[in-house]
Nanobody, 123 residues
Framework: QVQLVESGGGLVQPGGSLRLSCEVAGFPFDHYAIGWIRQAAGKEREGVSC????????YYEDSVKGRFTISRDNAETTVYLQMTSLEPEDTAVYYC????????????????WGQGTLVTVSS
């Protein structure tokens, strides 16, 4: 059974930083691309970032480029999202997502996602 468990959300002031973690279990970690999607209140869900399982290539949504960094630790089967220079517009529930084969940018498709962790950026 696929399990994706997020942690690291919380309240942070604008300009601050947070690191989200996603612990993965129940499927071959290196067969899936892992990413982050978010959903703000009243808005559509959007992909934030993804990292390819084979090449390690990262992908970012335009609004987070240069501020967010995704990484994966294959030994610990954990994916991280380091978020810096946070803005109120980043406030959302962040979900860890598993994609079959590759990131969406490479033709992969969403397979599973976690329960989410809330990130609130506010002064």
């Amino acid at each position: 059974q696929v399990q994706l468990v997020e942690s690291g959300g919380g309240l942070v002031q604008p300009g601050g930083s947070l690191r989200l973690s996603c612990e993965v279990a129940g499927f071959p970690f290196d067969h899936y691309a892992i990413g982050w999607i978010r959903q703000a209140a009243g808005k559509e869900r959007e992909g934030v970032s993804c990292i390819d399982s084979h090449t390690g290539t990262p992908y970012y949504e335009d609004s987070v480029k240069g501020r967010f960094t995704i990484s994966r630790d294959n030994a610990e089967t954990t994916v991280y999202l380091q978020m810096t220079s946070l803005e109120p517009e980043d406030t959302a529930v962040y979900y860890c997502a598993a994609y079959r084969s590759s990131c969406p940018q490479g033709g992969g498709y969403l397979d599973s996602w976690g329960q989410g962790t809330l990130v609130t950026v506010s002064s």
